[in-house]
């Protein structure tokens, strides 16, 4: 839609009314993937690149895009050390975990508090890789600070196909808040 409405209304008026041209490529939901599909991209000429949606992804495509000073634009990559290596070339739409799990936890007190603080114990699930992983060990130093104890955390290998088992650990330590950090389509 904004490649539309951009082109449709003159182009880019900084650089002559210079149309946007999309080029696709698929990281086939790895790191590999996403890294081959920069190299594909930079050797046609883009200008820029965006994407990458998973944390692993995004890091190892924007090292990638680094090589050639070409602007890697993070659609969704959450993990915080995407942009905060120093590389030049990498931007993010939006702001990382650590910003965004300060607000959700602030929340999570204000609502604890207002309820009359019935929550106490919190288990922490997530999945292996970067996004999961940096998630959980930032909560695990978080949660304490707030007043919530950490009963457990458990990671599971992504992709997962079958969370029986972590139900069955859930149910068995009775926590009162599970917090997941794994992509939806898998932990729903």
Known sequence: AAINEINSTGGIRALGGARI??????????????TAEVERM???GVLAVVGGFASPI????SQAASRYD???????????QIVNRGLK??????????IVSAQALD????????????????????????FGTGLAKLLQAELPKRGFEVIDTISHPTPARDMSNLALQIKAKNPDIVIPSSYYGEFV
Do not use: W
Not at 22 to 31: I, K
Not at 58 to 61: G, M, P
Not at 70 to 80: A, E, K, R, S, T
């Open 107 to 130: 929340n999570l007190v204000k609502l604890n508090d207002a309820a009359g603080k019935p929550c106490k114990t919190v288990m922490l699930v997530h999945e292996d890789g970067l």
């Open 42 to 44: 930079q050797a046609e």
């Open 89 to 98: 070339n990498t931007f993010r739409f939006a702001p990382g975990s650590s």
């Open 70 to 80: 070409l602007p890697y634009i993070v659609d969704v990559g959450v993990n915080d």
């Open 58 to 61: 995004c890091l190892a495509a």
């Open 21 to 34: 041209q999309m080029v696709f490529g698929d990281a086939r939901s790895n790191p590999e993937g996403g």
